[in-house]
């Protein structure tokens, strides 16, 4: 049995995990770029300087070498027929069964969106942030993120209200949050609702508790490079720090994969593309049946992972199991620097925690936890 990965993220380590997990035998082939893994979570904290690069920074070559793994280095360019053929510069990688743990891009088309700094975009960006800030004696610090309107759960919000939060505690600790104003800003009357139907008001309210303004509700027309354009009107800004809306993976036109209107790739419950057999989809390439608050964050991936991994050993042994399906959670800690905020979501409800001292304790210790299974 021969099984190719496409990635080296979350969803892709996951699956790679999960698959020699349960068999000893399969062939596993991982195709990305590189093979370095980028703890993006923590790019929050490069700015106050609390990670560096190099420990958001991990070389895969032992995990890999461990796991048994054939590593590709290259970018899929294309995939042919039914998905058993994926085509980078210089390789044809032949599999039994194909699992897609690419990621997505972020949609990059408002007009002077050169302008602005787009955290999740890794760790050069989070650096770029630390240095500008670093340099700004006074200012205005303008944040927000954006969504894919054909694509709802295409949105990654979460890191820009770490980023608000963590910002404005750095400013503060450093004794200039005085000179300087933050205003967050939103096309949606309640940004965050997909956290639960109370979560806008309460993570508002914080903010107005810490002095940061907000500009909501107000689609946007573009950027330039002192200025946030909406149809209510401009936001004047020195640094501008900006989340847009993601969609699918640019080599996904070269092929007969099924696209949701927003870009992505159709998938069934298991994480089965539609109409093609032993292929997968886990992460953010991925479009799935389900809630309309399913998050794209690295916890929905590594539960996807799961499943397309175990699905795709289970089918290609012709295990008459039932496949396993998707459980929908979303879970995550919105860090504030000093603090966190607890938010949990899934089919039995919503949980909000107010901020804890020890929540941004707990992010810390599942982060170390999290890179120590890759590092070692």
């Not at 980023?163 to 400013?171: P, R, S, Y």
Request: charged share 25%; hydrophobic share 40%; net charge positive.
């Amino acid at each position: 049995m021969r099984i190719t990965v496409i990635g080296a993220g979350f969803a892709a380590l996951t699956a790679v995990k999960t698959l020699r997990k349960q068999s000893q035998n399969v062939e596993i082939t991982v195709v990305a770029p590189r093979a370095e893994f980028i703890y993006l979570p923590s790019v929050i904290w490069l700015p106050a300087g609390l990670r560096q690069a190099d420990d958001l920074r991990v070389d895969l070559s032992n995990y890999f070498k461990k796991m048994r793994v054939t590593f590709v280095a290259g970018n899929v360019n294309r995939i042919t027929d039914g998905g058993r053929k994926v085509y980078t510069e210089t390789d044809v990688l032949e599999n039994d069964a194909l699992i897609i743990a690419s990621g997505g891009r972020f949609i990059k088309k408002l007009p002077g969106i050169e302008h602005v700094l787009t955290p999740c975009e890794g760790i050069k960006v989070g650096e770029a942030i630390r240095d500008k800030l670093a340099a700004m004696k006074s200012g205005t610090i303008a944040l927000g993120f954006g969504g894919n309107p054909k694509e709802p759960a295409a949105m990654r919000g979460g890191p820009m209200f770490e980023f608000v939060f963590n910002l404005e505690t750095l400013l503060r600790k450093q004794g200039r949050r005085d000179q300087f104003k933050l205003v967050f800003f939103n096309p949606k009357d309640k940004p965050g609702i997909r956290l639960g139907s109370d979560v806008p008001g309460k993570l508002m309210q914080l903010m107005r508790k810490r002095g940061v303004e907000t500009h909501l509700g107000h689609k946007l027309k573009g950027f330039t490079e002192h200025s946030v354009l909406t149809e209510g009107g401009e936001i004047a800004a020195d640094l501008i720090l900006f989340m847009p809306g993601m969609t699918g993976p640019a080599w996904l036109e070269n092929t007969d994969l099924p696209q949701s209107p927003g870009g992505m790739i159709c998938a069934n419950e298991h994480t089965q593309v539609d109409g093609f057999k032993h292929v997968y989809v886990a992460g953010d390439a991925g479009s799935f049946p389900g809630p309309d608050w399913q998050p794209k964050q690295a916890h929905a991936a590594d539960i996807q992972a799961k499943v397309a991994a175990t699905n795709a050993l289970r089918l290609l042994q012709n295990d008459s199991s039932e496949l396993d399906k998707i459980y929908h959670e979303l879970l995550c800690i919105v860090d504030t620097l000093s603090h966190g905020i607890f938010i949990k979501r899934n089919a039995k409800g919503a949980t909000f925690f107010p901020p804890l001292r020890i929540m941004h304790y707990a992010k810390r210790f599942f982060e170390k936890r999290y890179l120590k299974q890759y590092r070692n």
